[in-house]
């Protein structure tokens, strides 16, 4: 079964300092990967996205993951943390059905705490 | 202004008492979809939409039904709605049926059965 996990449920990191949150997936055939943020009492805004090409993908407000296939990843990182990044991270993998339907599968989340 | 909207935003109600939670989309996207977020949990999908009358199950859709008669919109619907329907409610949408666009969310819906 296609699955997501996010083995950190709160990173937390001083601000100037790079940041790291992790995904790790499993899932059958070439794998289409997202991250979301959540701000408090908001809905997810999307980051970016892995669907083929460069393993390191470029997304908004700074941030890129890079997709590594050997140990199924795609660790979110960005390379100086703002207290504004504070928030709840979500990793997601597309689960594509045999009706040719698709579902979102998402790890539990990674709240990030960026400290002054 | 291109956006997922979701009515009410709040909502506190009793057992058993049939609700309904719209969502509608400014985009003209076709897939849609409802999912619910708890604590420890992530976002779990109730159900998808990949078109107008066209609706399946997600992960958890016990308790819940949908319909797609617009493109734009995408209610929930609670029946007899429960303490553990208790929960953050979103709705999203994404063009395409491929899964290789983004999804739009709404701004959700904090729902207490009690």
């Not at chain 1, 709160?10 to 899932?27: D, H, I, R």
């Not at chain 1, 594509?96 to 709240?111: H, N, P």
């Not at chain 2, 969502?23 to 999908?45: A, F, I, K, T, V």
């Not at chain 2, 007899?80 to 999203?92: I, M």
Request: aromatic share 12%; glycine share 8%.
């Amino acid at each position: 079964a296609q699955s997501v996990a996010q083995p950190e449920d709160q990173v937390n990191v001083a601000e100037g300092n790079p940041l790291t949150v992790k995904c790790t997936y499993s899932v059958s055939g070439n794998p289409y990967l997202f991250w979301y943020v959540q701000y408090p009492n908001r809905g997810l805004q999307f980051l970016l996205k892995y669907i083929t090409g460069d393993n390191l993908v470029k997304g908004s407000y700074g941030f890129e993951a890079e997709f590594n296939k050997s140990q199924t990843s795609f660790h979110l990182k960005k390379p100086s943390a703002l207290v504004s990044d504070s928030a709840l991270y979500f990793c997601a993998v597309r689960d594509f059905r045999m009706d040719s339907s698709y579902k979102l599968i998402f790890g539990s989340g990674t709240r990030l705490l960026v400290r002054p | 202004e291109a956006q997922v909207t979701q009515n009410p935003r709040y909502l506190i109600t009793v057992t058993g008492k049939k609700l309904t939670v719209t969502c509608s989309q400014n985009m003209n996207h076709e897939y849609m979809s409802w999912y619910r977020q708890d604590p420890g949990l992530g976002l779990r999908q109730i159900y998808y939409s990949m078109n107008v009358e066209v609706t399946d199950k997600g992960d958890v859709p016990e308790g819940y039904k949908v319909s797609r008669k617009e493109k734009r919109n995408f209610p929930l619907i609670l029946e007899s709605p429960s303490p553990n329907q208790t929960s953050l409610y979103f709705c999203a949408s994404s063009p395409g049926t491929s899964g290789i666009n983004e999804q739009f969310f709404g701004p959700g819906t904090r729902l207490t059965v009690l």
